[in-house]
């Protein structure tokens, strides 16, 4: 796999050797709409949120797409727990996110970062060659009425 748009416009080595392939365990990610198309499953990186004066720690995580890992329901019931949070946080999150699905990367879709300060937080980085069919969508759901 290649990371070179990863890299491309920072000072940073995204990859390194805590970033592992993961094709095994399942993943949260909140959507905007309940299909996931390469417009949904972006960085805040790509949606602009280009801060290039943080810690490399910071960029690489901008650069890479948040996910929750799901070992089991119980923490499937307790990571939507957190979005619900989020959403009274801020607001607008509620008006944004609709949806949320569970997924797994397939082989040579990119690498997984155990990151931030959630038990289950994790940075996925796509690789050069990455397209949505590299995900595995196992289900989407609508989030209101799963938190």
Not at 7 to 15: G, L, M, Q
Not at 43 to 64: A, D
Not at 110 to 124: A, D, I, L, N
């Amino acid at each position: 796999m290649k990371f070179d748009n990863l890299h491309s416009d920072i000072d940073c080595n995204c990859i390194t050797k805590e970033v592992k392939e993961n094709t095994v365990d399942i993943f949260l990610y909140k959507l905007y709409k309940n299909d996931m198309t390469i417009e949904e499953f972006q960085s805040y990186w790509e949606k602009g949120q280009k801060r290039r004066h943080n810690p490399c720690e910071r960029i690489c995580m901008l650069k890479g797409i948040s996910v929750e890992k799901a070992i089991n329901n119980d923490i499937e019931i307790e990571i939507l727990s957190k979005f619900k949070e989020t959403e009274e946080i801020k607001p607008k999150e509620k008006e944004k996110y609709k949806y949320y699905c569970s997924l797994r990367f397939r082989k040579d879709a990119g690498m997984v970062w155990k990151t931030g300060e959630g038990k289950y937080h994790h940075t996925f980085f796509k690789c050069d060659d990455f397209n949505v069919e590299l995900l595995e969508i196992i289900e989407v759901k609508p989030l209101e009425n799963n938190v």
